[in-house]
């Protein structure tokens, strides 16, 4: 932070008492629909990852291992069961995050608010809160933390977007408790105090930490909401000075309720990988048709887009073949298009089987990521990306779009006939008081 940011910063309240004060104007703007939307696409993802480790192990199946006996009030969303506070939210937010296909906000940072949702479900059922305050809680905290994601310079200093998790749930769980302003500052401030999560998290052979950091994050919000509302202090000024969040994990912030809801411009992902994936599978299968039956041909796949998806899904810090895990591949532009080239789709049930497919290795080696001068100017306001095909008989095939083609409701529907197990009703998989909201996507919509 330069000097005149740490001055800028120290003449103004603490940042805790500002969002505080924003809480309840926050809480007006959110887009209800739009959150129950999120919850039943969270809760369908968090199902579809439940019934994979069934099949497959993993993160979700380990984290099984780790539930203590039975009792509490939250419900695993998977089986029913009650489970204390914590355990369910861990486990149903770890499930929900596990195959990528959860809801992404991109701004300055990339983030998952949909993280934040177990957490404050499980909160509402072990204080038998409401449903509409539980829909006012979830709008509060995405409000905060995309908001937060609009200015934070985390990737720059060495932090990951899941850094603004415990902060954003601290908010939501404030608002779901009805504490006073005073005390959603203090939550807010104990929050800040060890909310940092280093980008390792998401570098190299990804591991079980990418679906866990955020869920965590989300714990420890809860957590700082529960020790505010029992009186804990916390130090005054965790936001600025030389030492504060602002000086040393995220760089300034000023939040207000300029620029209307955020909740419009929440992504729902049509496919299980990293955002920046998903307009390049939606090329690689319009190219597809093309190449059925020239797989053998192709000399080399070449994509061009912004910095920022080089850096992140470019391959280039992943290891390939045999060592290529399903945390590293749904975060490979070059897994997801040579699957979807070899294979003609890419579900959350796939990746297994594709991980190890020679054809699929082989496009893997053939696959480049380069940065394109275009395409960093118009990020991020688009998403653009080209692909180019060639083959050895020098025929070369291209497609491009400046943006994902948006998830249709008809798509909507086909990801949830995905993820949903056949055995359990189309429904909220949890009981508050007060009218719940109609599920938004039916078996037959």
Partial sequence: MSAQEATATSDRPDLSI??????????????????????????????????????HGGTVSRLRGLSPSAGGAATIWATGEKADTDTAALRNAVAAR??????????????????????????AEERAIAWDRLIEAAGVAYEVVCRMADQADLRRRGFDGSTLSPIGAAAGAAWLLSLDEEASARALRIAALDAATLKAVRQGKLSDWKAIASARGALKGLFAARMAEAGFLAPDNVYGGDEGFLATVSGPLALDAEGGSRMTRIILKAHPAQIFIQGMLQLAAELRPRLADRLDSIQSVTVRTFKQAVDMVGGKAHPVGAAMNRETADHSAAFAIAAVLAAGRLGHADFERLLSDATVHRLIGRTNVEEDAAANRAF????????????????????????????????LSAKFAELWPSHLARGWRWDLPGVAPRFPVGHND
């Fill in 18 to 55: 500002e969002i505080a004060a924003l809480l309840p104007v926050l809480a007006r703007i959110a887009d209800r629909e739009a959150v129950v939307l999120c919850l039943a696409d969270t809760l369908a993802c968090a199902l579809g990852a439940e019934a994979l480790a069934d099949k």
């Fill in 98 to 123: 596990y195959l990528d296909w959860n809801d992404t906000y991109v701004a300055r940072a990339i983030i998952h608010p949909s993280d934040l949702l177990a957490a404050l479900v499980a909160l």
């Fill in 380 to 411: 991020p306001v688009r998403f653009s990306s080209r692909i180019t095909v060639a083959l050895d008989d020098g025929t070369v095939l291209a497609a491009e779009q400046d943006n994902p083609v948006p998830l249709r409701p008809q798509d």
